[in-house]
């Protein structure tokens, strides 16, 4: 997010438009956390991960008086339009409140969970799974070392694609993710028939799973499965942070450029995503209730490649 942010704030100066940012996210909008931002702001900020404005959930944005203070607010400050960096809940929360303003709000999609429709990546999504890659090939090692079969736990709790792409980037023996259904007894018989040189199995789990966590499907194999020595690992909220890739700062660069672009050109309640390489724009209503394709040709060739 400190990527986009940066292309957001040295893009609009390059255009000699003032810049305000704003602590917290919507919660700062209601408690006037409005600071002045130039180009010294975001310095050095590009290879950090999280955001140097924090964020935070709002309960009160979501009622009408909260939303008339965040109003009056951005009166005061003269705000002529605002660039939203977040996911579902963020992009929600503008459509409701440009309901009642006619400041034009525009979105970059910063999710790890790659769950939203109009880009082929989210912000952190990239640096997400590279971080999931690095840990399982970290517990790989054990598991080689110890002939073990290890469930890794990874975030995503609506949408398995973190998941998905860790597990081929890791080559997972299987992924378990909401977007399939789980049987427990394939899952077994996948097992029993694996190589019996290969001396490690991973097997990655999606949070939302319909079976359940990492732990309560280890519990269930063990118990058919007796002979293999079972560990759980969940990597939880370290996929969260870190330093960003390659690509997620040049995606989120591209994006933040593009928002400040899009607000002088009069666009207004669309989020920025790049699908096939290029920029698009897709309303916020479509972004949030359209979730993105999901491609079952990546688990038939999951299952063909770690035979």
Same mark, same amino acid.
């Given at each position: ?23 917290? !996210? ?18 050095? $900020? &590009?290879? *950090?991960? !999280? ?64 769950? #939203?429709? !109009? ?14 890659? /690095?840990?399982?090939?970290? &517990? ?7 002939? *073990? #079969? ?22 997972? /023996?299987?992924?378990?993710?909401? /977007? ?8 077994? #018989? ?40 079972? *560990?759980?690992? &969940? ?13 997620? *700062? ?13 607000? #002088? ?38 299952? $063909?490649?770690?035979?």
């Amino acid at each position: 997010m400190n990527a986009c942010l940066r292309a957001v704030v040295r893009t609009a100066i390059y255009n000699r438009i003032e810049v305000m940012g704003i602590m917290h !996210g919507y919660d700062g909008m209601i408690k006037d956390e409005f600071i002045p931002m130039d180009a010294k702001s975001v310095a050095n $900020i &590009i290879h *950090r991960g !999280g955001t140097i404005l924090k964020t935070a959930r709002s309960k009160e944005f979501l009622t009408k008086d909260g939303q008339k203070k965040a109003l009056a607010n951005l009166m005061k400050y003269n705000i002529d339009g605002v660039v939203v960096i977040g996911g579902d809940g963020s992009f929600k929360g503008a459509l409701e409140f440009t309901k009642m303003c006619d400041i034009p709000f525009v979105g970059c999609p910063g999710t790890i969970d790659n769950d #939203l429709s !109009g880009t082929d990546f989210t912000i952190g999504y990239d640096t997400a799974i590279n971080t999931v890659v /690095e840990a399982v090939d970290k &517990i790989r090692d054990t598991a080689e070392s110890h002939d *073990r #079969l290890f469930f890794v736990e990874v975030m995503g709790r609506d949408a398995g694609l973190i998941a998905l792409r860790g597990g081929i980037g890791s080559g997972a /023996e299987s992924i378990l993710m909401p /977007e399939t259904k789980t049987s427990i007894d394939d899952l077994v #018989l996948r097992l029993k028939n694996k190589r019996k040189s290969k001396t490690s199995k991973i097997i990655i789990v999606a949070e939302g799973d319909e079976a359940g966590g990492a732990f309560e499907i280890a519990e269930q194999v063990k118990k058919r499965l007796p002979e293999y020595d079972t *560990r759980v690992t &969940i990597l939880g909220h370290i996929q969260r942070g870190g330093n960003p890739t390659a690509m997620d *700062r040049v995606n989120s660069s591209r994006m933040g450029f593009a928002a400040v672009e899009a607000l #002088l050109k009069g666009k207004k309640s669309v989020m920025i995503g790049i699908i096939n390489k290029d920029i698009s724009f897709t309303p916020f209503e479509k972004a949030v209730k359209q979730k993105p394709k999901f491609d079952p040709d990546l688990i038939r060739m999951l299952d $063909i490649l770690s035979t």
